[in-house]
């Protein structure tokens, strides 16, 4: 188990409650958490952190002051500018990576969104399993305004909201409401700014209420069977899933207390 409360980050913060909730924030306000390399790298570092660490249970997707997360950092922008092909490739390699890591995260994610949220803000929305949103929260794919393209968070973006709205998004570069990216699926829910944090904690709640073990198993049975085509292979693995999961030691203690009518021993610890 990492101690991820030891490590120390100047962009970014992590800390986790008593719960088991991680709480990693965009640390940078005085930028509208706009991110850079030195960003990223922490991102992946925590993230490899909390996956290694048997306490966390829940990480959710913050960003500090007035605005979630700004894009890409301008002074980081004008950097690359100067670099080669291969400087932008290696560039572009590790914010893959990190989308990849938070999408391919064990553990359940929920994002909460206030203020803007661009270009790779974006993306970093739709790596999450859960999103939440201010209704006022404002949402832009941008890149095409300064002749880029959207193109390593793209296929999250495309997952997330489907390929029409993806490539209209993307190519018109036009801002659009919580509301709106609720209507698109980015977001599960929206709410009123002043309400957002605590309605994001009655989600963590609720969350909490359920197995760790079996939110985990959820996960990968979801990302196994995607759009959920039917084939005798996903047949074998959903048999075998259900199977080993009721063996486990939380499907057991989840049945004999639903069967005892008590609470399961993980919700006592919350």
Known sequence: ????????????????????????????P?????????????????????????????VVLRGRGRHF???ADLSWMQESVQLDYQGNLNDAQQLAELLYNLHQLQKPTLAIVQGAAFGGG???????????AAEDAQF????????????????????????????????T?????GIRARELCLVDETYPAAELDDEAEAWIANLLNNSP???VACKALFHEIGAGEL????RRYTEAAIARIRISPEGQEGLRAFLQKRKPAWQEQV
């Open 30 to 58: 005085e930028k509208n958490n706009a991110f850079n390399a030195q960003t990223i790298a922490e991102l992946i570092q925590a993230l490899a952190s909390v996956a290694s660490d048997d306490r966390v249970r829940l």
């Open 173 to 177: 570069a036009e801002r659009f409401s």
């Open 122 to 132: 974006v993306g970093l929305v739709s790596c999450c399993d859960m999103a939440l």
């Open 69 to 71: 997360c700004g894009g």
């Open 231 to 234: 084939t005798p292979e996903r």
């Open 213 to 215: 073990a079996a939110l």
């Open 140 to 171: 832009c794919l941008s890149e095409v305004r300064i002749g880029l393209i959207p193109a390593t968070i793209g296929p999250f973006v495309s997952k997330a909201i489907g390929q029409r709205a993806a490539t209209r998004y993307a190519m």
């Open 1 to 28: 188990m990492t101690d991820s409360q030891n490590i120390a980050f100047q962009n970014i913060e992590l800390d986790i409650d008593p719960r088991g909730v991680a709480n990693l924030w965009l640390n940078r």
